[in-house]
């Protein structure tokens, strides 16, 4: 569920006309809303009432500083992946004890910096970087609180670029080495075994790879207690998909994910953590763009809009699917027509959807895609030097822009000539 619905005709992110923000800010913009960025949040924390757990939002997803804060607000930890996005967290006034460190390539300077700042813990992945942590937090004379990323060797039938869990991903330490590897950590100066992490992937859409992963976690558990560590908490990261087509089977619910995790660890006494962030923000923001021109071809016709690749580029990364709707709701058996949409930058994978079914469309109508406030913003670029795109939040009947468009001026001011030039 979300909360952009037709009122009287028009698209509305909550109690606001999209045609008012379009107005406004120009297009093409994102928006997201603050009701369902709620509501998501709050599935998950309902999901795991009556085990000790955080749910910590995968900032990779969505690093604004809005929907960062509205979540931590909620009570939401964040997972980190690298030293900005930490200093994003903070900036927003999330707790160092609320935060997790994880990522494959972390620097000892991203280190340095987040032990200094405070962490609930680092999610290590290798024993080249647990050696650079030990290093680190020696120098510094403080104890860094450590899982370790175990590859449980699980296929999460989810795309190749997307998947973390087999054995041949670069993610995290081979589950037949666990034991060996936990035994070096414990005798490193500068770090407290905390627990162990694994993720298997983004964008699952059934149960059965979680429930394969988090037995084999229970499994290890046993293990290295056995062997004298202390296993306090678990970090079963994120993943959980989206019904990016609405005509299509929805992904198993929050709830069930919740139900499943009780199943799998409920008996192990320990702290739960999961990092969700499709799930929380996928759903919660469109990318509103503008039609520029119907262009008839030889065989197909166009429809090209003011939004490209550089704005979102899901589609031509991954071949992601985005449902596609008319800001103004098209009258009842309105006839259809079939169109290509593409963006105006150079490449020909500027292309957001082939032979989409859709309503008529004309040059200056607005148009919404769906499913956009996961992975959207955050991989934007300036490509063609085409300006980073607004985001908007909405609450109830108030709006505002929570991420400028630049001028071409601060764009091209960034850049430095050299006097010798």
Not at 114 to 124: C, P
Not at 232 to 261: H, K, V
């Amino acid at each position: 569920m979300d909360h952009f619905l037709y009122k009287d005709g028009a698209l509305h992110a909550e109690d606001v006309s999209l045609a008012q923000i379009a107005a406004q800010v120009g297009t093409p913009f994102y928006v997201y809303s603050s009701a369902t960025l709620t509501r998501h949040f709050k599935l998950f924390n309902e999901a795991l009432e009556g085990l000790p757990h955080l749910v910590c939002f995968a900032m990779k997803s969505n690093s604004n500083q809005a929907v960062i804060k509205l979540l931590g607000d909620l009570g939401a930890g964040m997972d980190v992946v690298s030293g900005g996005e930490y200093a994003r967290a903070k900036a927003a006034g999330i707790p160092g004890e609320r935060i997790v460190f994880s990522g494959v390539g972390k620097t000892r300077a991203e280190m340095r910096m987040v032990l200094e700042g405070g962490v609930r813990q680092f999610n290590v992945e290798s024993e080249p970087e647990m050696e650079a942590l030990s290093a680190v937090a020696s120098e510094l004379g403080v104890e860094a609180p450590i899982t370790i990323r175990i590859n449980p060797d699980v296929d999460a039938k989810t795309h190749e670029k997307i998947s973390t869990g087999k054995y041949d991903d670069k993610f995290g330490i081979p589950i037949s080495r666990a034991r060996e590897v936990y035994a070096m950590a414990a005798k490193l100066p500068g770090l407290k075994v905390i627990g162990i992490d694994v993720h298997i992937g983004s964008q699952l859409t059934e149960l059965a790879p979680f429930e394969l992963a988090y037995n084999k976690v229970v499994e290890l558990t046993h293990q290295l207690r056995a062997d004298g560590h202390t296993i306090e908490r678990l970090d079963l990261g994120g993943g959980l998909g989206i019904p990016y087509e609405r005509s299509n089977t929805a992904p198993p619910l929050p709830m069930e994910y919740g139900a499943l995790i009780k199943k799998c660890v409920g008996d192990l006494d320990v702290e739960v953590e999961i990092e969700p962030g499709r799930l929380i923000s996928g759903n919660a923001g469109l990318l509103v763009t503008e039609v520029i021109y119907l262009k008839n071809g030889e065989n197909r016709d166009f429809l090209i809009v003011d939004a490209a690749m550089n704005d979102l580029i899901r589609p031509a990364m991954y071949g992601a699917h985005h449902d596609i709707v008319p800001v103004v709701e098209p009258a009842p058996g309105v006839e259809t027509s079939t169109y290509d949409i593409v963006g105006p930058v150079c490449e020909s994978g500027d292309t957001f959807a082939k032979q989409r079914t859709l309503p008529p469309f004309k040059s200056g109508d607005l148009m919404a895609f769906r499913s956009a406030g996961a992975y959207g913003a955050v991989m934007s670029s300036e490509y063609n030097s085409r300006p980073l795109i607004p985001e908007v939040l909405v609450q109830g009947d108030q709006y505002a822009v929570i991420r400028a468009r630049p001028t071409f001026d601060e764009m091209i001011n960034r850049d430095t000539i050299p006097e010798w030039l």
